[in-house]
């Protein structure tokens, strides 16, 4: 998910036109599952990382194409887009870094940026099988 999500982050910072190539792109590449036809982003992360999708992102549940579109054309959804990927982006990697720190967004440099210096914390548990879970918020994905 970190992958996919910082493909995504890299094509948004390129002003890249073709954004629906960079999301599908992306997910290929992250995966090797290529979306399906008619998928939504939310409906691909959820079948492939069997993540269920929260309703609060608009800016997932629609199809690459029409994320396009509406990236291109509509300067508030470009902004909420790549903010909201961003935001996902930073905290899914500190998940993976075993670390935590708050963070703010910067209209002006369009990033976020720690309010303080991450420090150590144990996203990752094992049960007594040896399974390992990742407990993190749902607010932390896309």
């Known amino acids: 998910m970190v992958g996919l999500l910082g493909v995504i982050c890299d094509g948004t910072q390129a002003k890249s036109r073709r954004i629906e190539k960079v999301i599908r792109g ?59 990927v961003q935001r996902a982006y930073k905290l899914l990697h500190f998940v993976q ?14 990033k976020w940026f720690n309010i303080n210096n991450p420090v150590e914390k144990e996203w990752f548990f094992f049960t007594s099988s040896g399974i390992e879970y990742c407990w993190l918020p749902f607010e932390y994905l896309p």
């Not at 399906?36 to 069997?50: K, P």
């Not at 075993?98 to 967004?105: C, N």
């Open 26 to 84: 992306a997910c290929e590449q992250a995966v090797g599952d290529p979306m399906l036809e008619n998928e939504t982003v939310a409906d691909y992360i959820q079948r492939v990382f069997h993540i269920p999708f929260r309703e609060i992102s608009n800016s997932l549940r629609s199809k690459p194409k029409e994320i396009e579109n509406n990236f291109l054309t509509d300067k508030n959804f470009r902004n909420d887009f790549i903010k909201d």
């Open 97 to 110: 870094e075993r670390k935590f720190a708050e963070i703010q967004w910067d209209k002006k440099k369009k």
